[in-house]
């Protein structure tokens, strides 16, 4: 296997945390404090995990150079008090950045014993085969 750093868990903490801050700044109606706060956890674990240079390469692409204006432009709105459309570009903007891993995170999330099967289920299956296109299907 792959040894993992003490600035790697460190840095999927810091993601976890950012989540989170995120997901209870949207409950409580978008409170700016808690999505800023999230934003910067998120990219500060992001940068610990993979380490500065890739988190740069991996913003900077020229195929990825859409999601990053959003998502970063949706992190400016948020800052300057634009909650809601803030987080509605900095959404647009998270899934044109992480396209490419929505196959992958499906085929594993479907491997998963309990939660696997319900992944499977007809309707939610056909929408995660659209998700995650032709790559995301695989049968169990």
Known sequence: MFEVSDAQKFGVGL???GISFIFVGILLFFD???LALGNFLFIAGLTCVIGPQRTLRF???RHKIKGALSFFAGVTLILMRWA???MILEIYGFF???SG???VAINFLRRVPVLGTLLNLPGLSMILDKLAGD???TRV
């Open 32 to 34: 700016r404090s808690l």
């Open 59 to 61: 913003f900077f692409q």
């Open 96 to 98: 044109l950045l992480f």
């Open 15 to 17: 993601a976890g945390f």
């Open 135 to 137: 790559a995301g299907r």
């Open 101 to 103: 891993f929505f196959p």
């Open 84 to 86: 809601f459309i803030g």
